[in-house]
């Protein structure tokens, strides 16, 4: 079967780096998308790799292995509007989105 | 404002009511989904349309049906609701059916008693 698997949680401090893992077993790869979901909102669009290597956008930043089915999102100088849960994504062969459960992320001052 | 509406946004419902969940985007977009969004689960898909006129199954269909009469409008369907379908409705679009980057709307929170 296809699977994603991500923390369920996180914590991190105001003004610090984190980094959320993603690792995914699909049939077939189009690319792993990261979006952003605050609480009672929509998902929103982050971040898109579909070949190795990192990405980056300001504060942001995603890395991609595909040999090793693996992804992180990289987020600097945490700001407490960071806090929210992040979804890894991959579209699979038949480019069907498959969704990693999210990444709750808690900033502390 | 362009982007995708959803109405309503939040509904009680009794079991064994039929309801329709709207979606409509100004974006021209040719594809448009359905999920829904648990808690402890990813979304998953119920059901997508590629363009006008197509639409398809996707991971969890049964109870919900769908209709693309035309770009704009993708409404999903309850037939006659289950306590199981209570759950987040996000609605999503996208330039094509072969990209990821989804565009998502605010969400219907449905509560089937």
């Known amino acids: 079967g296809q699977n994603i698997d991500q923390p369920t949680e996180m914590t991190a401090t105001e003004g610090a780096i984190v980094q959320i893992n993603c690792t995914y077993q699909?049939?077939?790869?189009?690319?792993l998308f990261w979006y952003q979901q605050h609480a009672g909102e929509a998902p929103t669009f982050l971040s898109y790799n579909v070949l190795d290597g990192l990405e980056e956008k300001g504060r942001f930043s995603s890395f991609l292995s595909r040999s090793k089915g693996y992804s992180y999102l990289l987020l600097k100088e945490l700001q407490m509007k960071d806090s929210a849960s992040y979804l890894c994504a991959v579209l699979d062969s038949n480019y069907q989105l498959i969704w990693g459960a999210g990444t709750k992320l808690i900033i502390k001052p | 404002i362009a982007g995708i509406t959803q109405a309503p946004t939040s509904q009680i419902l009794a079991a064994g009511r039929r309801m329709t969940l709207r979606c409509t985007q100004d974006?021209?977009?040719?594809?448009m989904y359905w999920y829904r969004q648990d808690l402890g689960l990813g979304l998953r898909l119920i059901h997508y349309?590629?363009?006008?006129?197509?639409?398809g199954k996707g991971e969890v269909p049964d109870g919900y049906s769908v209709s693309r009469a035309n770009t704009d409008d993708f409404p999903l369907t309850l037939a006659s609701a289950v306590p199981s379908q209570t759950s987040v409705y996000f609605c999503a679009s996208s330039d094509s059916s072969s990209t990821g980057e989804l565009f998502f709307g605010e969400g219907s929170r449905l509560t089937v008693l």
């Open positions: 349309s590629n363009t006008a006129g197509t639409t």
């Open positions: 974006m021209r977009h040719n594809a």
């Open positions: 699909t049939s077939g790869f189009n690319g």
